[in-house]
């Protein structure tokens, strides 16, 4: 990265595609981020090239998306950057590019706070932290929102936020020191035994731990509605990039439509 010496920049920086019009960018990064800026750049970049760390494990959605675009490229991960401009890839093809964008993730950095070694970042891992929330030492009065990753987020920071507030208030307790840290250690052993790597701890993966949270302060339940319209949604962004809108049979739909009708014979004779 030192050797090249033309732009990059981390998918932090980017905000629109403006400046790089008639550019050739190579995107780092397959899921989320690298997705969005590249749908983004389609519109103004001469070429897009679109690096994955893994060309088996792509969703359907990406190879369809691509195929549908001239200007964009799927290649598996760079093996190289030169002096001259030239990124190159572990399968041995190469493109001269004026911008590479790392769409790679982010680490948790808190470089503000200052707690004495009591909480500390090894690895992606925050803690100790109770419930990915409180560290026993400094609790109630410090508290972290926003830590856990692959959660239906908003309502899980929200059941976090009503958690915190009624701990403040003195509506509710937290268990003792020793319990919350007894209770991380426990979830510690538990991720180490299911395979995740430290750096994953605050994977959760799970729409249920919104309820989880939840119950610590009688916040109810998410309706089956929504759980269900965020499992679609995640469906959609692995099969359809375009829109991430369902996918349906629209003749089959008419059919349902005029059958429903009381004048189901005149409909469908029509």
């Not at 033309?6 to 920086?13: G, T, V, Y």
């Not at 706070?113 to 409180?134: A, M, N, Q, S």
């Not at 400094?138 to 987020?153: D, Q, T």
């Not at 610590?216 to 949604?233: D, M, Q």
Request: hydrophobic share 35%; proline share 5%.
């Amino acid at each position: 990265m030192d050797a090249w010496k033309r732009k990059q920049i981390h998918s932090h920086i980017y905000r629109v595609p403006d400046s790089f019009h008639n550019e050739v960018v190579v995107v780092v990064g397959s899921f989320v981020s690298g997705r969005d800026i590249s749908m983004e750049l389609l519109k103004v970049a001469k070429e897009i090239h679109l690096s994955a760390k893994s060309l088996d494990d792509l969703y359907e959605g990406l190879p369809k998306f691509i195929s549908k675009h001239d200007n964009m490229h799927l290649h598996p991960q760079i093996d190289s950057l030169q002096e001259d401009g030239r990124v190159s890839f572990v399968d041995g093809s190469w493109v001269i590019a004026d911008t590479i964008i790392y769409c790679t993730g982010y680490s948790y950095s808190f470089p503000f706070l200052d707690t004495k070694g009591i909480v500390v970042v090894d690895d992606d891992r925050v803690g100790p932290l109770y419930e990915h929330t409180f560290p026993p030492l400094l609790a109630p009065s410090l508290s972290f929102v926003g830590i856990p990753k692959r959660i239906l987020g908003f309502p899980f920071f929200e059941s976090q936020g009503k958690w915190i507030a009624h701990l403040l208030s003195g509506k509710r307790t937290l268990p003792t020191c020793d319990d919350m840290m007894q209770s991380i250690k426990e979830f510690y052993h538990s991720r180490e035994i299911a395979g995740f790597p430290k750096h994953r701890t605050h994977e959760i993966g799970t729409f249920e731990y919104s309820n989880e949270y939840g119950d610590h302060v009688g916040f109810p339940h998410l309706e089956e509605w929504r759980i269900e319209l965020s499992k679609s949604s995640l469906v959609n962004f692995f099969t359809n990039m375009d829109t991430y809108r369902d996918s349906y049979d629209h003749d089959l739909e008419l059919l349902q439509v005029a059958y429903q009708s009381p004048n189901f014979t005149q409909t469908w004779t029509t």
